[in-house]
């Protein structure tokens, strides 16, 4: 059984960049949430994907998007990159909707912006 | 809106002592609650859960929680801590309401563990 999987592990962008993070859920599941987990702080949901379609959206502004492909892997795309934005990203795979919170979370995407 | 709050961002404990990390949750209807264990560089692993069958939950690695709905609290404990333990645990809550992949999380708790 393959976990979920992320990529890069590491990148440096300037401010006013776009950066794409990558995740193929683990093998079995249909839905991708992305969190953001900035330094010393708990992880932030920023949305779901269910079937390729967004279902649910934390308080992120829309220059954050992403996509879920028909194999179920995702993006996670931000636009005009703000400083604020560094933080590591993490992606979470779940069987269906998962109301029992049975996520199973990738090492994550660690962004810097300077 | 839900919230959830871990007393104490940094907790210290020796090798075999009790382990006590603290959670309270705000939520408006009846919630799921978790705790996940975050290890240097990697991601988030459910520890254990609450979805209102049992209120003493038993989760991997010898660690448990309590559900006390009259303290709003979902306290996780272990009675003998060992060196692996440390790490960073997050409290979490979802409510029935909307998908489990929408969890709020505490800040996390610190946990180191002296020789």
């Known amino acids: 059984e393959t976990g979920v999987t992320q990529s890069p592990t590491h990148l440096i962008k300037t401010r006013g960049q776009q950066v794409t993070l990558r995740c193929s859920s683990q093998?079995?599941?249909?839905?991708v949430s992305w969190y953001q987990q900035a330094l010393g702080q708990g992880p932030q949901f920023i949305f779901q994907?269910?079937?390729?379609?967004?279902?649910g959206r934390g308080n992120f502004p829309p220059r954050f998007s992403g996509l879920q492909f028909p194999n179920y892997s995702s993006e996670l795309n931000v636009n005009a990159l703000e400083l604020d934005d560094s933080a590591l990203y993490l992606c979470?795979?779940?069987?269906?909707?998962?109301?029992?919170?049975?996520?199973?979370f990738g090492e994550g995407s660690r962004l810097t912006v300077l | 809106a839900q919230s959830v709050t871990q007393l104490g961002s940094h907790v210290s404990v020796s090798e075999g002592a009790l382990v006590l990390l603290r959670c309270n949750y705000s939520?408006?209807?009846?919630?799921?609650l978790f705790w996940y264990v975050q290890y240097p560089n990697q991601g988030l692993q459910l520890l254990l859960k609450?979805?209102?069958?049992?209120?003493l939950v038993k989760g991997i690695n010898g660690f448990e929680a309590e559900f006390k709905k009259s303290e709003t609290s979902f306290h996780l404990t272990k009675p003998s801590a060992h060196m692996s333990d440390a790490a960073e645990y997050f409290c979490?809550?979802?409510?029935?309401?909307?998908?489990?992949?929408?969890?709020?999380f505490g800040e996390g708790t610190q946990l180191t563990v002296n020789p």
């Open positions: 979470a795979s779940s069987s269906g909707l998962a109301r029992t919170g049975e996520l199973f």
């Open positions: 093998s079995g599941h249909n839905t």
């Open positions: 994907y269910y079937r390729e379609e967004e279902n």
């Open positions: 939520s408006s209807v009846p919630p799921y």
């Open positions: 609450y979805t209102s069958a049992a209120t």
């Open positions: 979490a809550v979802s409510d029935r309401e909307t998908s489990g992949s929408r969890l709020t």
